[in-house]
């Protein structure tokens, strides 16, 4: 799958957070987990964030209606309940929105501009979208209706003729990788000044669940919110965090627990319900949101199972390329079965949702395949396009399905790039002790991948006839999810190599050290 390539040839495994750290460049880890609200920027370095208040003052002091527009991922939930309820508190007119990825699609869109000059809003507020809205905006200012972008997306093009937009990336602010949540935060800071950290875990949540990268303003963000998480004034999370039975949050909890619970949302239902477990006033509405949302879960990782088995019952491992369509996918689902059938076939996948008269689909990479490319050269073929080179969405019309499987199996040789998996360093697993996991964990390390040398598994098994598990000793195992392909190559006393990240399994009161297997060479 990856060309291994080492960062550290001499990781200190008796020092392990430590040594990762330094070669990341930094000398002293401890500084950065003291960082807190001294180390957070002024909001008013943002451009057009004075701007921003006075209108959005104006339109409180005058009653003007005023709408949130959000997104249905994690950032967008987070940053759609915190400028809510800032405004809210302020006493404003206020409403919020998000698009239902099934009707409306992302951002706002041309649909959703109309509704909001037919419902006679005077402001609207964009948070975590919006800066490629170039034609909707132009609409809107046509239409009498002020528009405030807060967005931390990458403009294509020109900018949106909004009212004001509020982006790190347009300014000369400090720190650049702000989540959209981020700067939904500096408003709401500028806004309402200190009072706006009761907002912190919530800010924090969205941050981490957005994959921002955890330095310096982040960091801070990040420190200041786990620590409030626990003892959360926000009624809705502190539920949701009782009810999975967390007794400490880390920055893996959110990444694995909380953000998948609430992305479920917005990919089987409705975003709007994770929005209103956040503002629940009381404890018995909560816990509704809560149990719905554990039951919206289930329903998306049981519906998953059932399109994953109609997807194999398609399967023509022939082809360059893994192409499944059908009129019975899901489209908030697709992503997750093309990652799997990626990695338990080792090829680029593509799964798409048959509508009335056109083709809808994610992609995920294989093998150092660059997918945007190939989509780039299938451009005359596509209706719109998107993505990165590990992973994309695409809509075609139907009539084109046989020259697009033609072409994209043809373009498949000529997209591949160096895919690089960067280790940290060589672990003898052996040699490791558990509490040395729990400190990754503790210092936001457990995304560190390694490599496993000469394992001799004591035995192996599939699990549900779909992951691979190796048991390495009495406290050791490894297990590579949606992966047979480990199981049918490894044999009795086989010697394998293992590229993958630390976790703790903890069964029956009885915790075990994991590999969770990315990559494997059977030696």
Known sequence: ???????????????LVEDIYRSRGVSNYQEL??????????PYLLKDMQKSVDRI???????????????????????????????KD?????SYDIPNRFVDGYGLTYSKIYEIINDEFNLVITVDNGIKSTFEAKVLKESGVDLIITDHHEQEGELPCAYSIIHTALSDYPFKPLAGVGVAFK????????????????VSLGTIADM????????????????????????????????????????????????????ACGRMKSAKIAVELLLSEDNKTALQYVEEIEVINNKRKKLTKVLYDEALSQLNLKEPSIIIHSPIMHEGVLGIIASRLANEYSKVSVVLKEEEFTYKG??????????????????????????HQNAAGLEFKKENIDEFKRRFNELIPSAKRDDVALAEGVINIYKLDISQIFELEQFDLKDSLFIFDEIIPESKYLIKGEHTKLMINSTTEAIFFNNKNLHSKINRHSSVTLLGRLDINTFRGRSKK??????????
């Not at 209606?65 to 400028?83: A, E, M, P, Q, W």
């Not at 999370?237 to 009810?243: D, P, Q």
């Not at 590999?515 to 059977?522: A, C, G, K, R, S």
């Open 1 to 15: 799958m990856y060309k291994w390539k080492i960062k550290n040839t001499h990781l200190d495994q008796t020092k």
């Open 33 to 42: 987990f003291s960082l807190d609200e001294r180390d957070l920027n002024d």
């Open 57 to 87: 003052m104006s339109a409180i002091k005058n009653n003007e209606k005023i709408l949130i527009y959000g997104d249905y991922d994690v950032d967008g939930i987070t940053s759609t309940y915190i400028l809510y309820k800032t405004l």
């Open 90 to 94: 302020l006493g404003a007119n206020i």
């Open 187 to 202: 408003l709401s800071q500028a806004l309402i000044g200190d009072d706006a950290l009761e907002f912190i875990d919530i």
């Open 212 to 263: 921002m990268p955890l330095v310096d303003e982040n960091r801070a963000i990040v420190n200041l919110g786990l620590k409030k998480m626990l003892s959360s004034e926000n009624l809705g999370l502190s539920k949701l965090i009782s009810f999975l039975g967390l007794t400490y949050t880390s920055v893996a909890d959110i990444q694995f627990k909380i953000a998948p619970r609430l992305n």
């Open 362 to 387: 994610s992609i995920r990479s294989y093998g150092s395949v660059d997918v945007i490319y190939v989509l780039s050269e299938l451009k005359d073929l596509l209706v719109r396009y998107g993505g």
């Open 514 to 523: 994991q590999i969770l297997i990315e990559d494997f060479e059977v030696n």
